[in-house]
């Protein structure tokens, strides 16, 4: 589980960051974010044509457990994580890899951090 402070749990703060912010793909997992001041505030979405519930809440867990490690690292900014169709088939480690790909394309996260910060 994500530490409270890290959350976006608000409809309207999901809502304000798909109408003012930029995204990034990569395939079956997209981000959505608008950088801001102080702490980084993620928020997961997992839609139902990803899958039935089982799968929703599997894929959401991969991902709550692969942002944890990169959480402290994470510059100052609202994000949504989305899965799309097909996120059911990766395994934890290639949504490990993706995330951290889509982080650093959006300038979010350094990968020379990744060592230290995921410690």
Do not use: W
Request: net charge positive.
């Amino acid at each position: 589980m994500l530490n409270k402070r890290y959350r976006l749990t608000k409809r309207g703060s999901f809502t304000y960051v798909y109408k003012k912010g930029e995204h990034k793909s990569g395939g079956e997992l997209k981000i959505t974010y608008v950088k801001g001041r102080g702490v980084a505030k993620i928020g997961i979405s997992v839609p139902n044509t990803v899958g039935k519930a089982v799968v929703r809440n599997k894929i959401r867990r991969r991902i709550r457990a692969s942002l944890r490690g990169y959480v402290g690292g994470i510059r100052p900014a609202q994000i949504v994580v989305s899965a799309r169709k097909g996120a059911h088939e990766l395994t934890y480690s290639q949504i490990d890899e993706k995330l951290c790909d889509l982080l650093v394309r959006a300038g979010l996260y350094e990968k020379e951090n990744n060592a230290s910060a995921r410690n």
